[in-house]
């Protein structure tokens, strides 16, 4: 007597795969310079910088080492900002500007005033945020 089972024919059987588009997004990656726009907490604190760069059609969030969960969290809905700027056609700096005015604004997490700025690179950036 064998301790197989028959497999139930529901895991048998082959499930259709629809394959569909990702969302648009902007470029990840930039040699060029970059404007970019400090974000902080409900508490002042500054949780990360959206970035951008048009040349490239890039743009992205820089995160500092270190931050709690929370503030983490908050940055989140600046990463949705990055898509829905792209679904809207706008160039990068163009949502940048947006951003700047506060169009993300929430209870978490805010645009810094007056806090919008050029780097020579997004390394430059990326160097200046770790610490460096």
Do not use: C
Request: aromatic content about 6%; hydrophobic content about 40%.
């Amino acid at each position: 007597m064998s301790s197989e089972r028959p497999i139930n024919p529901r895991f048998a059987e082959d499930l259709p795969f629809t394959e569909v588009d990702p969302p648009p997004t902007y470029s990840r990656q930039t040699d060029g310079p970059v404007a970019h726009l400090s974000v902080a907490d409900g508490t002042g604190a500054v949780i990360g910088y959206v970035w951008a760069n048009d040349a490239d059609d890039a743009a992205g969030w820089v995160v500092p080492p270190g931050l709690p969960p929370r503030a983490v969290n908050a940055g989140a809905s600046w990463l949705r900002a990055l898509r829905s700027g792209k679904s809207r056609g706008l160039a990068p700096t163009a949502l940048l500007a947006e951003l700047a005015q506060g169009a993300n604004d929430n209870k978490l997490s805010h645009a810094v005033p007056s806090s919008l700025m050029e780097a020579p690179s997004l390394a430059a950036l990326k160097e200046r945020v770790a610490g460096g």
